[in-house]
């Protein structure tokens, strides 16, 4: 895969690991909230979704069109 998937799969999965791993430690008990209000990671996954799928889906046009 062209090096511009692999940017789109790392903004992408940066930009929501965070909030995964908030909501993932409060569904197991170790966050002390239980009903965490992650503001934070929540507009850090919202600004990071679509410029990350944009570039893997360019990554797989130039990858489509070079092979």
């Known amino acids: 895969m062209p090096k511009l998937?692999?940017?789109?799969?790392?903004v992408f999965v940066l930009g929501q690991l965070p909030?995964?791993?908030?909501?993932?430690?409060?569904?197991?008990?170790?966050?002390?909230?239980?009903?965490?209000?992650?503001?934070?990671?929540?507009?850090l996954a919202f600004v990071t979704f679509w410029p990350g799928v944009a570039l893997i889906a360019l990554g797989v046009l130039r990858r489509s069109r070079l092979g």
């Open 5 to 10: 998937f692999w940017i789109g799969f790392a």
């Open 19 to 43: 909030l995964w791993t908030i909501i993932a430690a409060a569904d197991a008990g170790l966050w002390p909230d239980p009903n965490p209000n992650p503001v934070g990671p929540g507009l």
